[in-house]
């Protein structure tokens, strides 16, 4: 099985929409064309999509049963009821646990945060810790990113006295639970206007709402947001409508550094400049992720929560280990699994899985595969008794729980999205769900080869690339899944410098006709010196422009993001 080469596809605008909104807005055709790229048709649509402000946040209030959510945390409150805040142990369940944590003892409440041990207890609510929790005087149970298919633990629950919030963002099954409110944008009678939130974004829901209705405390909803975009950037939920606002803000608040524990985080990141949407995704988000993938991610609940400088800097250097250690492991796995797969014969999905690999990473691994290779991929870590747990990732417009959904026969659980998914299934049973699996994606290939794809927005010369085209393209941020960063293409461009710096990166000068060369830099992409580079064979660049400070000095540079000698397919 071989890695598969992206084919590219070039935006073909409508010259007239193009020329209108290029014209309605004052901004260049190529903005044009990137707004056009992503449905924007009018100008009051690319307004709306310009626009960012808290008016274009949806009520709280539309959510089905905020109304008994807030009631019961008010309720709560003044009967200084424990609370207890459940949460994943990715960065958005310890995101929204942590902002519900922090804005209910704000208020004066008496509450606690519980994370499960990613190896010991696994995902979602478990009975264990519902009984525990029962035992140490908790009535009232909030969850965050899980709790919609908790059926069994959800009724224990309200056995032993206790009432359950659940707010989450997964696919939700033909019934809910018997939670007192079940607060989750995919409910089947919800007509809320937008499904993208994270559970974050649905705990700062909850915050806002309680603010409506009771007022707030120390802290507010408004102050959370740090919170909010960690964890909207981290769980790859579409940056789309509210959510654009909410991370917006958010990374603004990053950047200020009004949070010590994120402060700290970015100290030992070496992250000095202002935030964006890939510092979350590639540098705070995968520490994040390190502790509850080897540990246990309660250390990032007291990270986010902590007012101590010199706890969150012993907490952030914590993580910083467990994040090299992480890598290390997923290397080692990718390699293996990698390895395999080159000597197998090509299945429409991918199915892999051992008694040797760490369960925390499958999931990491899992993305690595379907990058490389371009398939559905399921990563399964099976244990000594024989039970595995899997992560699965996927391509474009493969459905992972519907798919996982066509396999249950051979699965003990199962959940998730469509994009991401999570399995637990017997080691007997994995040739079995192979097959099942792989007919499943054959199915919905019907026979076609499916190749990766990199989107152009726009085809450009490079008189047309400079600083007012940069500003223009940064207006359209943050950027990540459902907005991903503009790609502009250069067809034809002749190398006039071509070498590795740093060891693996790319650095290229490239010319276009007689007067404009630019610089350009292609991050890991030293391999691309094999091809022969050199003048006198053109070149096609798929891009995005940036600034470059260097020296006191502000210059475009191409940033690389696929390059091919002129000529081959497109």
């Not at 490239?510 to 630019?518: A, D, E």
Request: charged residues 25%; negative net charge; contains cysteine.
């Amino acid at each position: 099985m071989a890695k598969q080469e992206k084919l590219w596809v070039f935006q073909q605008p409508d010259p007239a929409l193009q020329d209108r909104l290029s014209r309605g807005l004052s901004i260049s055709p190529v903005t044009a064309s990137v707004l056009l790229a992503r449905g924007i048709k009018s100008t009051a649509e690319a307004n709306q999509w310009l626009s960012i402000d808290h008016g274009g946040l949806h009520d709280p209030f539309l959510l089905p049963d905020m109304e008994h959510a807030v009631e019961r945390l008010h309720l709560a409150l003044s009967r200084q009821e424990r609370v207890c805040f459940y949460g994943d142990y990715d960065v958005d369940g310890v995101s929204a646990t942590s902002l519900y944590l922090s804005f209910y003892k704000g208020l004066g409440g008496t509450a606690c945060a519980y994370i499960p041990h990613r190896l010991r207890e696994g995902y979602g609510l478990n009975e264990g810790a519902v009984r525990r929790l029962a035992q140490e005087g908790v009535t009232l149970l909030v969850t965050s990113d899980c709790g919609t298919t908790s059926h069994r633990e959800i009724d224990v629950a309200r056995q032993l006295g206790m009432d359950v919030v659940v707010t989450d963002h997964h696919q939700t099954d033909d019934r809910m639970p018997a939670a007192l409110a079940v607060l989750n944008p995919h409910r089947q009678d919800a007509s809320y206007p937008f499904k993208g939130l994270c559970s974050a974004g649905l705990a700062y829901k909850v915050v806002l709402a309680y603010e409506r209705r009771y007022g707030s405390g120390d802290v507010d909803a408004a102050s959370c947001l740090d919170l909010v975009a960690l964890a909207t950037v981290a769980d790859i939920v579409p940056l789309q409508d509210e959510n654009r606002v909410l991370v917006r803000e958010g990374l603004t608040q990053i950047s200020r550094g009004a949070r010590c524990g994120l402060r700290a985080l970015k100290q030992v990141a070496g992250i000095a400049k202002d935030c964006t949407s890939d510092t979350i995704a590639f540098r705070l988000g995968p520490r994040l992720n390190a502790a509850g993938r080897l540990d246990h991610a309660m250390a990032c609940v007291r990270l986010l929560t902590t007012e101590s400088d010199l706890e969150a800097r012993s907490i952030a250097e914590q993580l910083e280990q467990f994040n090299r250690r992480r890598q290390e492991i997923e290397e080692a796995i990718s390699s293996e699994a990698a390895a395999r797969l080159a000597q197998a014969e090509p299945d429409a999905a991918i199915v892999v899985g051992s008694r040797d690999w760490h369960l925390g990473v499958v999931g990491i691994v899992a993305a690595r595969l379907v990058e490389r290779f371009h398939r559905p991929t399921v990563v399964i870590a099976v244990d000594a008794e024989g039970l595995g747990k899997g992560s699965a990732r996927t391509v474009d417009g493969f459905d992972l729980y519907q798919g996982l959904t066509n396999c249950r026969d051979f699965l003990e659980a199962y959940g998730g999205h469509p994009s991401a998914a999570g399995l637990t299934i017997r080691e007997s049973q994995l040739e079995a769900f192979r097959r099942r699996f792989c007919e499943v994606a054959e199915t919905w290939a019907n026979g076609t080869r499916v190749q990766p794809t990199l989107h152009v927005d726009a085809e450009v010369n490079l008189a047309d690339v400079n600083f007012t085209l940069i500003q223009e393209l940064e207006s359209l941020h943050p950027f990540g899944a459902g907005n991903p960063e503009p790609t502009l293409a250069v067809r034809g461009l002749d190398v006039v410098e071509a070498r590795v710096v740093g060891e693996k990166h790319l650095k290229l000068r490239v010319r276009q006709g007689r007067s404009f060369i630019f610089d350009s830099i292609g991050f890991r992409m030293g391999s691309f010196e094999g091809l022969g580079l050199r003048a006198g064979r053109p070149i096609d660049l798929a891009f995005s422009p940036e600034r470059n400070h260097w020296n006191g000095y502000d210059r475009v540079q191409l940033r690389i993001k696929a390059l091919r000698m002129s000529g081959e397919v497109a």
